[in-house]
């Protein structure tokens, strides 16, 4: 019932040149047999031929794997028992160090659903699907679900590792390709939103584990993209040398077929800008002053030139798709008088559908930051919970164990369907950061910033993260009127910067909050109270 990569070990004695097929699949037709249809030109097929041995032969792979849910076993001499045909699951051995609970079983089965599409993507390099005749390391896909990745487990080395190969595939001109390593047989070209992998992987890296060194690694290699990029776009604008150009991928912007998607220009131009910025931040880390300045002046000659050009006077960016707004806000684009009124478009957007995004590979990851840094929590939550076509959800009432390549997967064309594709899997990064309040204030969470977001509708949320310093758990819980109940575990040598509800009397393990042992300062920003706290286990009550 779960799908998997690895393979099946095989049990089996009879006759020797008994021939035993296995076939894989994560499909299955009415008649119950394995439906191959969208692996394409795979075969996802092992043939073992028995030797005659009297003692059981045991059949196992070593040169290939399989992205599988269901196997069909046929010419095995008898019937097979469970025991005889065994699911072996493999990927690279990166540990596991995030684990969720939530009261709502739909947010489980999500969070669940991208941890397996992880494991099975996560296999010497992070490829986009296990099953088809694809298997490669898309940059986009990984650079959307890092976020997530590196909640769930210790992915520092593994991306590192991948990183070597980026920039050994890096052309003479400085651009990344859009897939790493690069198939002899694919063009190679570039992509806004893929190609920047090259960037934001190393500044994931070094702000989830706060080593520099990832920084020092690619500088170079980041220097020469931002060159890239600039030589020909000298108006702040990426108008030229885009590459394939594929926009807001998978998206479901258009509400008829003729209708325009998120503008390429814009996606392009925003993820331009957004590198500028994350370049800024790593030189200043690392000492590169001059650079530090460079690229903050680039940034900002990006957003003038992003504001006059694609946001109109009353918030509107590009054509007004959920990505447009989400990409101009999330990116710091849009003009600081007209923020609010941008957030109102996207919202407005959103409820026009039914309250349902429309969001693709590149717009999906920020959506619910945006709107949760807007104040828009019912939207948050509607969305979070949204059962029906396009959603997260709708895959997992669907009987979905991973995370589907497209929103509905489950119809059109099987052939360009893939069942196991964690990048719509980056939403986990906001439960963990947003829903459970984990997230890194500084680089390597050396001050952790535990501002959680309490949804009604969604209920009681837990998580445990094995950070870089230590364990980090929280458990938040409340009712109609806000959090009830803030539990914290601080890691050794940590600071906590908690946010909470000002309008109530907070206690910390049943005492005045001013008495708490490892409070550092206290105060009231407005409706909220700001503490900082040191290393301890706390539990914070109304």
């Not at 996560?122 to 896909?141: A, H, L, N």
């Not at 885009?242 to 131009?269: F, K, N, Q």
């Not at 390549?405 to 719509?424: C, I, K, P, Q, T």
């Not at 910067?497 to 105060?523: I, K, Y």
Request: charged share 20%.
């Amino acid at each position: 019932g779960q799908n998997l990569t690895g393979w099946v070990r095989l049990s089996v004695s009879g006759p020797a040149g008994t021939e035993v097929d296995l076939n894989f699949a994560e499909l299955l037709n009415a008649d119950g047999t394995v439906d191959q249809s969208n692996l394409r030109f795979a075969q996802a097929r092992d043939r073992f031929i028995l030797r005659g041995d009297e003692a059981v032969e045991c059949f196992e792979p070593r040169f290939t794997y399989h992205g599988f849910r269901y196997v069909e076993v046929s010419g095995y001499p008898g019937t097979p028992t469970a025991h005889e045909v065994e699911a072996v699951v493999v990927y690279s051995g990166c540990r596991e160090t995030g684990v969720m609970e939530f009261d709502q079983p739909l947010l489980n089965q999500v969070w669940r659903n991208a941890l397996w599409s992880q494991r099975s993507n996560f296999f010497g390099v992070p490829t986009d699907c296990p099953q088809r005749d694809e298997r490669m390391g898309w940059m986009g896909d990984i650079q959307v679900f890092l976020d997530a990745a590196a909640f769930n487990m210790d992915v520092g080395p593994f991306i590192r590792r991948f990183l070597r190969e980026v920039r050994a595939a890096q052309r003479n001109d400085g651009a990344y390709p859009i897939v790493v390593p690069q198939p002899r047989s694919f063009p190679e070209v570039v992509t806004a939103g893929w190609s920047e992998a090259g960037i934001i992987l190393p500044h994931g890296l070094w702000t989830r584990y706060g080593d520099t060194a990832v920084i020092d690694e690619n500088w170079n290699s980041m220097e020469r993209w931002m060159d890239f990029v600039a030589r020909d776009n000298p108006d702040g604008i990426w108008r030229n040398k885009r590459g394939l150009d594929l926009g807001d991928w998978l998206s479901v912007d258009a509400r008829v077929p003729d209708e325009e998607t998120t503008p390429r220009i814009l996606c392009a131009t925003a993820y331009w800008a957004w590198c500028a910025r994350l370049m800024a931040e790593m030189a200043r880390a690392t000492g590169r002053d001059e650079a530090a300045e460079r690229y903050r002046s680039l940034y900002a000659r990006i957003r003038q030139a992003f504001a006059s050009e694609l946001v109109s006077s009353n918030g509107v960016a590009g054509n007004g798709s959920q990505t447009s707004q989400v990409l101009a806000l999330h990116m710091g684009l849009v003009p600081e008088a007209l923020r609010g009124a941008a957030a109102r478009v996207l919202v407005d957007e959103i409820e026009g559908r039914g309250m349902k995004l429309s969001t693709g590979f590149l717009g999906t990851p920020y959506l619910l930051d945006v709107l949760a840094d807007a104040g828009e929590l019912y939207t948050v939550s509607a969305l979070l919970l949204q059962t029906a076509y396009p959603s997260s959800g709708s895959m997992a009432v669907s009987g979905a164990t991973t995370m589907w390549e497209r929103w509905n997967s489950d119809v059109g064309d099987l052939s360009m369907n893939s069942y196991n594709h964690y990048a719509f899997g980056a939403v986990v990064g906001f439960f963990y950061r947003r829903l459970a309040g984990i997230a890194p204030a500084t680089p390597g969470f050396s001050r952790i910033s535990v501002r959680p977001l309490w949804l009604p509708a969604v209920g009681a949320v837990s998580a445990r993260y094995e950070s870089a310093v230590g364990p980090i758990a929280t458990r938040v819980d409340g009712d109609s009127d806000g959090i009830s109940c803030l539990e914290l575990l601080v890691p050794p040598n940590c600071v906590a910067e908690v946010e909470l509800p000002a309008r109530f009397d907070w206690e910390e393990s049943g005492d005045a909050l001013g008495n708490c042992a490892g409070l550092l300062t206290l105060g009231v920003d407005g409706s909220l109270l700001r503490a900082e706290i040191g290393s301890g286990q706390y539990r914070f009550t109304r």
